[in-house]
């Protein structure tokens, strides 16, 4: 660890001092400082390391020592510099104190004393030189006109956080604190763990360690005004001379701009909470293949059944299923060709698996804002707080569970139990050809189990899911390993390693055959059943990517963040399509509506937001929650959105109204329909299976 | 790094009262302590300081980071668990040895100038541990799946939680602004639940929970009223209870069937503890049931300790419904104020009725006794002085417990209003004939600080806010009747009772 190693070299330095005391001859000098040793050091090689000379004034006038003695520390530095001649040396340090100087002054005792008061006063000024041009830029914004405000003051957060950044670096550990404490609260709430982040820094070595200021150092902030905007914060800036303010602009913030009137208060809090600043809309602008194919094999089965309908003569039963024959069979705009993402041909038993869902989905109750669904509650009881993640099967008829002692369990909610395969030995007496054997003769049938458990992790299970055909199921781990699980012989198949830090979350795609997972290393990736290694490695987020979803056609992934914002990649290409910002908190649950258009996102800041994929805006901010909101649902046929998390409450939302407003109604409208409350169960885990009854679960806590 | 333990815990400096977001820092002195222990003496000045800045920021981001995997755990309780997770994280090393599901205690103490936290480690008694029985195996996990909603509406079972229709009711206030053009949804006709027909098992029950109420069973009765208090959807019977106790409460006032009577007051209270029932909307016909009740004049020809019973009884239902659905709009406070005042100057009333209004005063609080019971002591004391020269024997008893009871409710108030010394002539002038008792009560409760201060709990038990508003109705009351409007069934059925 880093602090032990200083220590060590603090031993050597105070032996280093010591010396140098005796060539000093000064008796004053019995103030043993790191700076002191880094000057000795200093004097080895031939050209000065600006580096090591860590000249740190602040380190006097820390715990309320006297400038009187600031100032001896430095005139001994600088008649130790005229003692010993080191002429590199002194040039050096005045030219990162940027003071004209030449060498002669010091050669007297005035002018040492002389230059010693320039080197304090350039001291006292550098400290306070952010400090009044960040009152003065406040001051300019709190004076400008009101439509501009708001714009203007998102430009605070990066010059405050690069102000700080500046400090730091220049060793004003005591500038940068007083610094941090007079503005910080000029700057909007939802920065707040940030913030705190930010001021626990006080070393240069700090700045390298935290991934936070390296993104602010790396990575531009981007900010979107109006060049109107632009236009009043350029002719202030360039109206004061030698302006860090401007050189952090052109360093490290990237504005983008736009024609019209600035925004509202509104409009601009909307977008602004991530991390990096707001996208511009022009990121967003590419093309999304958004559109959801029908399933092949659901037109199949719907032909199959008007077959039989009509041979039977089963007029009610054709009447059901010609609206669903008419909407399939036109072709959707917008979806990506069926052959885009390639995955293996189905067999015959996974199709087979799929016809109970068909027939629910013939079956699908109608949801609006007055027809709402069944709730069916899963509590997990005695549990204390365990229970991590929860998941269930498109059918309903598993659930599984991700426990903080790394197992992972599993119910069977059906009657029909959890049925494992047949032993090696009475599966070898069975025919070999496929078709002389049905599924059901190689199940062990005496082997039902209402719970099986599943051991291999190392850590918490954050995340399960189940493959869409139920054969599989995926789990991520505090450990960094993802594991892929037989559910016919419950036991483990694969041990994906490629995360090296916790994996939040996993998910597999509609599609079947791929998943894809995300971690603490900021990364997302998307691995196949058949390869170890994955496949694509999505790289962009600034902070642990929380939760992955994959689209219902496949094609595109969308990730929440701790940096607050969701992105859209291609799986095809790995390209990433969308950024949307507006969050103020990490984001912990997606979902995607049933017909691919919309995105919900929700998470720490309480409230769910709607995107809108085909234009990259937001559509509608829904706030309501009193807690983090851990869960979201789509019903199938995306009348209505369910959210649900800490507070204990699921919300229903009106989707058909947010559909169909406009935008400048949805401000006054209230769209939730109802609130739910649990008696103290936290909502872990919504989903709609395929009938439109809304399956929830959480774990009873007393 | 180091492992700190409880023998130098940090010093915590919080640098500014701000110091949620501008946060704590390591001290120096706190560093010296730790190196000394690893017996690195005379540690520098600027290398304390330099390292109690690292350590903070480490400690700062790993604290960080536990957060995170504490909301990925969907907990808000932080765990040691947590901390030893982003130990991990960031490649360091777990503390061993401090897993604990529990919350540590950290206990600060101050002296000299500085505050010192540390963790408390009591000495724990290996043997005890060894011989005491094995505690019980937790509980296995189990899965248990109920309706929270079935079509939107949320059906009353224990699973779910009494109705939340206040909460609701403070979302719609919060934007009164927002329009919505969906129309009211079918599932709020259930708020009138008269309108619906009862469905035929509620209809059982009824009868058989109103029978068993007033049988004479003494199980079933109190199984019958268990229920009353406890069942969550009771909400559509709640018009025909308010029936059946009114009705009853008038029936067997004029026939003078006490044990009736006090097993509907039972009753009554019952369905007030209930915590699904609000009883707002029948209180018209409930409140002055429970009135009379606490306030008839009952033929006696003897003493019954059951009448005594049942006028306490009403009189905590009275003051408890008073307490819960007082507001501006019923008023319900004034205007009892207002029949008790009446009671109490009105000579003729009799020793019961008196009896039964000190009780529900009493139960008002403490400025309802101040402002009505202390300026008709005078009264009272005549009274019961009276009846206590007369010769018989019924109005004997009832004189002497209604003194004790005025004595009893008088003496903590004025105790708590009054400062000694308590002068017994001074009592016996502002109160008659009673001043001495209550003297010697007050006397009584003076030296025991403590007693006093039990008193004071009992006091605080009504809300203060409570306690003010009746003092200001009273006022109110006095100074100009304003309100002569609307306390029709109150007065009526005060004014049957007199004649």
């Known amino acids: ?702 | 790094m180091h492992q700190p333990t409880s023998s130098h815990a940090p010093h915590l400096n919080h640098r500014s009262p701000e110091g949620i977001l501008l946060g704590s820092q390591i001290a120096v002195e706190s560093i010296r302590i730790m190196g000394e222990s690893m017996i690195i003496n005379n540690l520098p000045e600027d290398a304390a300081s330099y390292l109690a800045d690292d350590i903070t920021f480490r400690l700062k981001d790993i604290i960080r980071l536990s957060q995170k995997f504490m909301h990925h755990s969907i907990r808000n309780r932080l765990t040691t668990s947590d901390i030893d997770s982003a130990m991990r994280a960031r490649n360091i090393e777990p503390v061993y040895g401090f897993n604990s599901d529990d919350v540590i205690p950290l206990r600060m103490t101050s002296g000299v100038g500085r505050e010192v936290f540390y963790k408390e480690e009591p000495e724990i008694d290996i043997g005890k541990i060894l011989n005491s029985t094995l505690p019980k195996a937790p509980h296995e996990i189990s899965l248990r799946a109920h309706w929270l909603a079935i079509e939107g509406v949320q059906p009353r079972i224990p699973e779910n939680p009494v109705s939340h229709c206040k909460e609701e009711k403070e979302v719609s206030e919060e934007s009164p602004s927002s329009r919505s053009p969906r129309v009211e949804s079918s599932y709020e006709i259930i708020e009138s639940p008269a309108l619906i027909d009862l469905p035929a098992e509620l209809q059982l029950y009824y009868k058989e929970i109103s029978e068993a109420c007033v049988g004479i069973n003494r199980v079933r009765r109190e199984e019958a009223l268990n229920s009353l208090s406890s069942d969550p959807g009771l909400l559509p019977l709640m018009p025909r209870f308010s029936v059946f106790i009114n009705e009853g409460v008038k029936l067997k006032l004029s026939e003078n069937k006490v044990p009736t009577l006090l097993s509907l007051a039972k009753m009554l209270r019952a369905l007030l503890d209930n915590p699904t029932l609000s009883l707002d909307k029948y209180l018209h016909e409930l409140l002055p049931s429970a009135c009379s009740c606490a306030l008839f004049n009952y033929q006696a020809t003897h003493d019954s300790p059951e009448i005594w019973n049942l006028r306490t009884e009403s009189a905590v239902i009275v003051g408890r419904m008073c307490k819960k659905y007082n507001d501006s709009v019923n008023s319900i406070q004034s205007r009892l104020t207002r029949l008790l005042f009446q009671i109490l100057s009105d000579e003729a009333t009799s020793l019961g009725s008196r009896f039964g209004a000190v009780n529900i005063i009493s139960e008002l609080g403490p400025e309802a006794v101040k402002i009505l019971l202390l300026p008709h002591l005078q009264i009272g004391g005549e009274i019961v002085k009276k009846a206590l020269d007369s010769e018989d024997t019924a109005a004997l008893i009832a004189a002497n417990r209604l003194q004790s009871l005025i004595v009893k409710t008088c003496a903590p108030v004025l105790v708590k209003s009054r400062e000694p010394p308590d002068v017994v002539e001074k009592f016996e002038l502002e109160f008659g004939y009673l001043g001495k008792q209550v003297w010697t009560e007050v006397r009584g409760l003076r030296p025991h600080l403590h007693a006093v201060n039990d008193v004071n709990v009992i006091v605080a038990d009504s809300p203060v806010n409570n306690e003010e508003v009746v003092g200001e109705d009273v006022l109110s009351d006095y100074t100009g009747f304003t309100d002569e409007m609307g306390y029709s069934s109150l007065n009526q059925t005060v004014n049957s009772m007199d004649t």
């Open chain 1, 1 to 702: 660890m880093s602090f032990v190693t200083e220590e060590s070299d603090m031993t050597l330095d105070c032996s280093l001092i010591s010396n140098m005391e005796d060539s000093l001859e000064d008796p004053d000098v019995s103030n043993q400082s790191i700076s002191d040793k880094a000057l000795e050091m200093s004097e080895i090689p031939a050209t000065p390391n600006l580096q090591t000379f860590h000249f740190d004034p602040e380190m006097f006038d820390r715990e309320d020592e006297s400038t009187e003695e600031a100032k001896r520390e430095i005139k001994n530095v600088f008649s130790f510099l005229d003692r010993k001649n080191l002429k590199t040396t002194y040039s050096a340090l005045m030219k990162e104190l940027d003071i004209p100087s030449n060498y002669d002054n010091i050669n007297s005792v005035q002018g040492i004393n002389s230059i010693t008061d320039t080197v304090l006063s350039t001291f006292e000024a550098q400290a306070d030189k952010y400090s009044s041009r960040y009152s003065n830029l406040c001051q300019f914004i709190n004076r400008s006109l009101e439509t501009h405000r708001f714009e203007l003051s998102r430009f605070l957060y990066p010059i405050f956080v690069h102000f700080y950044i500046y400090l730091i670096q220049e060793g004003n550990i005591q500038a940068a604190k007083s610094f941090f404490k007079q503005h910080y609260l000029s700057l909007d709430d939802f920065y707040r763990d940030d913030l705190r982040h930010l001021l626990s820094i006080s070393q240069v070595e700090h700045l390298e360690t935290s991934q936070y200021t390296l993104n602010f150092q790396r990575e531009k902030f981007s900010i979107r005004i109006s060049s109107q905007t632009e236009q009043l914060l350029m002719r202030y800036l360039h109206s004061e001379t030698a302006n860090p303010i401007l050189n952090t602009l052109s360093n490290n913030v990237s504005i983008d701009l736009y024609d019209g009137p600035p925004r509202n208060v509104h409009d601009v809090s909307k977008h602004t909470g991530a991390l990096m600043g707001e996208t511009a809309p022009s990121v967003n602008r590419s093309k999304v293949l958004y559109g959801v194919p029908t399933d092949q094999n659901f037109l199949e089965f719907l032909e199959q059944e008007a077959n039989e309908a009509e041979k039977k003569k089963k007029h009610k039963l054709l009447q059901n299923l010609s609206p669903h024959k008419k909407n399939k069979q036109v072709s959707i705009p917008n979806s990506p060709q069926p052959t885009r993402i390639p995955v293996p041909i189905k067999q015959e038993r996974e199709i087979q698996s799929k016809e109970p869902l068909f027939r629910a989905w013939l079956q699908q109750a109608h949801l609006s804002a007055t027809e709402l669904p069944c709730i069916c509650f899963y509590s997990f009881l005695n549990c204390y707080e365990n229970v991590i993640s929860i998941s269930i099967n498109p059918p309903g008829s598993l659930i599984c569970v991700g426990f903080s002692d790394s197992k992972i369990r599993i119910w069977a909610l059906t009657p029909l139990k959890l049925r494992s395969l047949k032993a090696p030995d009475l599966l070898a007496d069975l025919p070999q050809t496929n078709e002389d054997c049905t599924f059901d003769q190689i199940i062990d049938e005496s082997s039902t189990k209402e719970v099986q458990v599943l051991l291999g992790h190392t850590g918490p299970v954050f995340s399960t899911c189940f493959s869409p055909d139920s054969s599989l199921l995926i789990s991520a781990s505090e450990d960094g390993t993802v594991r892929l699980w037989s559910l016919h012989t419950f036991t483990q198949l694969v041990c994906y390693r490629g995360h090296v830090f916790p994996v939040w979350s996993v998910e597999f795609s509609p599609l079947g055959f791929y998943f894809a997972s995300s971690s603490h290393d900021t990364t997302l990736r998307i691995w196949s059943t058949d390869q170890i290694l994955p496949v694509r490695v999505l790289a962009g987020h600034y902070s642990d990517v929380d939760v992955c979803k994959f689209h219902p056609n496949g094609n595109y992934i969308a990730s929440g963040s701790s940096d607050r914002t969701v992105r859209l990649w291609d799986v095809l290409d790995g390209k990433c399509v969308r950024i949307f910002t507006g969050h103020k908190g990490t984001v912990h649950t997606l979902a995607f509506s049933t017909d691919g258009k919309c995105l919900a996102s929700a998470g720490r800041d309480n409230r769910v937001l709607v995107w809108d994929i085909p234009s990259g805006g937001m559509m509608v901010e829904l706030k309501g929650h009193a807690g983090c909101v851990y869960s979201l649902a789509f019903s199938r046929d995306d009348n209505i959105l369910a959210s649900g998390g800490m507070d204990n409450c699921v919300k229903l939302w009106d989707m058909r109204l947010i559909l169909n407003s406009s935008d400048s109604d949805r401000a006054s409208y209230k769209f939730v329909i109802k609130s739910f409350y649990t008696k103290s169960s936290a909502i872990n885990m919504l989903s709609f299976n395929f009938s439109n009854v809304l399956i929830a679960a959480g774990i009873y806590t007393n």
